[in-house]
């Protein structure tokens, strides 16, 4: 139950970190392991798309560590435990609008509200030679 300082690289010529490696947090929210699946689908994504590993891994990078090191700072204020620890201060269970607010911030910090998540692109990519030829030809 430790976690780092973020790190200001992830990625280093044809080397790079991801899940644990990259951004060690407390577990608040289950986002160790979400964070560690986006990680991988984007790494993926960023290796479909682009001829030179070295300048994908650099993209995976710049489109990654900032949102996450954001979540690893937000965890040590307790993230979305936040919720829980209020309603302890406050004697019993909190207000909706309270305890909303509280959910809906963590969401946005995540990219994860029901708004950000539909104007992403999607992480698909093509799984064969073929059609990654098709993509870059």
Known sequence: MLDRNPLPSWSFGRVTLLGDAAHPMFP???????QSIVDTRVLAWCLARDDDPV?????YDRMRRPAVNAIVLANRN???????????EHGGALPEEQAE???????ELGR???SQVNADSSWTFPG??????????
Request: glycine share 12%.
């Open 55 to 59: 300048a994908a891994l650099r993209r």
């Open 112 to 114: 994860a509200t029901v």
């Open 28 to 34: 608040m929210g289950m986002n160790g392991g979400s």
């Open 78 to 88: 307790l993230g979305p435990e936040e919720i829980i620890a209020r309603a302890e």
């Open 128 to 137: 064969t030679a073929a059609d990654r030829e098709r993509l870059h030809g």
């Open 101 to 107: 607010r509280i959910a809906i911030r963590y969401k």
